[in-house]
């Protein structure tokens, strides 16, 4: 068969559903249509023919969108798919549209619902009945958590087949145990891109007050910075505040040294992956009680929930976590992977496409 995947993000597709591709590539044609970024060889080594899709994944311009509805059909005409797997709005929505339109077979991966619903008014209408067109004959819609379900119906968006996903997964054999540190300090661990909607502000308020407090804590924060945080994070950085390591490409490293990964964000996300690579190495979790975040921390089991935007509440949940022992730390990361384990294995979701496909 020939099967095309249309997403927004080379690295999101390679880091997230590299499995995914390498099965389908054993059996079929496999096609990959999105923006050329730094991950784009690793996905034509998998074994799948790259087509360059050049769009903003941010812009509104209504004349570039309507576009992108030329460009999709253009390449099924091209390549003429048997069945489009789609992923994040703009390709389920346009690519969606254009497989409709030409009576091609498309799933749908909703893996957020984006800010421009989140934040409501006239963009989340906007957004919301373009989805409605683009998903109207999709044979399968797949959601990633509950809440983005539910909303998505009340709001009478979908009428095609759907079905829950555990986010993307987790590949539990990359992402292993390791030895739970015992050193000097306890260090904890931020990774997302510095932005105000991943809880920056406050993670970095929660660093300047424990660091203040607790001399032998470490704060690191690894993701790409966006341009309001540069002065800020380069002062934190010379005063000892942070640690900043900038993009890392080997996640996996940084938990060897992670005692606990602070992930306070409010930004609306499908299931946060950050957690669930936390989650394998074994390591415990402070997160926001929000959709794609509540679905894997148990509060005072693998860690603690933290309300949205609160610096005070989130100092409180550090401050508990460092009371406690060494092995009540350990044992709430071990606990942590077992909930990955029987929850989020990566193979459940390729197993779930696999069958869609048959």
Excluded: W
Excluded at 307 to 334: A, V
Aim: charged letters at 25%; a positive charge; proline letters at 3%.
């Amino acid at each position: 068969m020939n099967i095309l995947i249309a997403a927004n993000s080379d690295i999101g597709l390679y880091k997230f559903r590299k499995e995914l591709l390498e099965e389908l590539v054993k059996n079929h044609k496999v096609f990959v249509a999105l923006p050329k970024g730094k991950f784009y060889q690793e996905i034509v080594n998998i074994g799948c023919t790259f087509i360059e899709t050049d769009y903003d994944r941010h812009g509104v311009n209504p004349f570039k969108e309507l576009q992108l509805i030329s460009l999709f059909n253009k390449i099924l005409k091209n390549i003429k798919p048997d069945i489009v797997f789609t992923y994040t709005i703009k390709p389920n929505v346009y690519a969606g549209m254009a497989c409709a339109s030409q009576n091609i077979p498309y799933v749908a991966n909703i893996t957020g619902l984006g800010t421009s619903i989140e934040n409501g008014g006239i963009m989340q209408k906007i957004t919301l009945s373009l989805y409605k067109i683009g998903l109207r004959k999709a044979k399968k819609v797949f959601f990633q958590n509950t809440e983005n379900r539910d909303f998505m119906l009340n709001k009478n968006i979908i009428k095609s087949p759907y079905d829950m996903l555990p986010g993307s997964g987790v590949n539990l054999e990359q992402y292993n145990v390791t030895e739970y540190p015992n050193g000097d300090t306890i260090d904890f661990m931020f990774i997302s891109r510095l932005m105000k909607e991943k809880g920056t502000d406050q993670y970095l308020e929660a660093a300047e007050y424990i660091r203040k407090k607790y001399p032998q804590t470490r704060f690191h924060v690894c993701g790409s910075c966006e341009k309001e945080y540069e002065g800020n994070l380069e002062k934190l950085q010379k005063d000892g505040t942070i640690i900043y390591h900038g993009l890392v490409s080997d996640i996996a490293s940084m938990h060897k040294i992670s005692g606990c990964t602070i992930h306070p964000t409010y930004y609306p996300e499908g299931l946060s992956n950050v957690l669930l690579e936390s989650c394998a190495c074994g390591r415990p979790i402070i997160t926001t009680n929000r959709s794609g975040c509540r679905e894997v921390v148990d509060n005072g089991v693998n860690g603690f929930v933290v309300k949205e935007r609160d610096s005070k509440d989130l100092i409180e949940k550090i401050e508990q976590f460092l009371s406690l022992s060494y092995d009540e730390k350990k044992n709430m990361g071990l606990a942590g992977r077992k909930k990955v384990e029987k929850e989020f294995d990566r193979k459940i979701v390729t197993a779930k496409y696999l069958e869609e496909l048959n």
